[in-house]
Structures are given as structure tokens and as C-alpha cells.
């Protein structure tokens, strides 16, 4: 599986961005997805997870704001982000991986099955 996300890019304080992390291979809908974000002298956090089965997870600081869906039959994962805050502005990067639960304890350090290259969201304020 290889990923490829792309949507990032500057946006007012308020304002709305769509995401969206393209899968290529056929097992794409067995993998759990997720995203992450790095902001500058940051660590990378978790942003939000969806299941294989399409239940989705989100940290207590996007909650309401973002919302985390799948397509299977496209092979791609979106993050529609509303209501942005200039503390949003990071690398956001998806990730992929079979056991949910790497997916919360390995994913600072980077060790989950396939991560996309990242794209930049700015939010102004």
C-alpha cells in the first residue's frame, strides 16, 4: 500500500479544508487509517483514526470540528476540517495500519505499517 495525501493549504482562522490520502493497492479497505500532524519543534500527534469498518475516533481537540470518513471503493481517506484554528497549522500526514492499536502507541515514533508524505495546512489567524 503505498499513500499519497494532498488538500493542505492556507486557510483563514474559521475557514474549512478537505483532506483527502490516496491508497494505492487492493487491500486498502482492510486497513485502519489515520491521521496525524507535526507542528514546527512539535511532536507528531494522533488527529483522528477511522476502522476498516468505518468507526472513527477523534482526540478531544477536533472533536466537532473534524470529521473522518473513507471511501473503499475509491482506496481514499478524507479529514474535512471546519472551523480551523491558527493552533491547527501542521504537516498533517495519514497513516495505515492493521492493528488499531498501534495506531495509538506507535505512531509518535513512526512505527505504523504505511504513512503518506504529508501535506502542509496553514491557518492565519
Known amino acids: 500500500v503505498q499513500l499519497q495525501a494532498f488538500g493542505g493549504g492556507l486557510v483563514q482562522a474559521g475557514g474549512s479544508l478537505r483532506l483527502s490520502c490516496a491508497a494505492s493497492?487492493?487491500?486498502?479497505?482492510?486497513?485502519?487509517m489515520a491521521w496525524f500532524r507535526q507542528a514546527p519543534g512539535k511532536q507528531r500527534e494522533l488527529v483522528t483514526i477511522?476502522?476498516?469498518?468505518?468507526?472513527?475516533y477523534y482526540v478531544d481537540f477536533v472533536k466537532g470540528r473534524f470529521t473522518i470518513s473513507r471511501d473503499n471503493a475509491k482506496n481514499t481517506v478524507y479529514l474535512q476540517m471546519d472551523n480551523l484554528k491558527p493552533e491547527d497549522t501542521a504537516v498533517y500526514y495519514c497513516?495505515?495500519?492493521?492493528?488499531?492499536?498501534?495506531?495509538?502507541?506507535?505512531?509518535?515514533?513512526?512505527?505504523?505499517?504505511?504513512w503518506g508524505q504529508g501535506t502542509l495546512v496553514t491557518v492565519s489567524s
Open positions: 493497492g487492493r487491500t486498502f479497505s482492510t486497513y485502519h
Open positions: 497513516a495505515a495500519d492493521k492493528i488499531y492499536s498501534h495506531i495509538l502507541t506507535n505512531g509518535r515514533s513512526g512505527s505504523l505499517d504505511y
Open positions: 477511522i476502522t476498516s469498518g468505518g468507526i472513527p
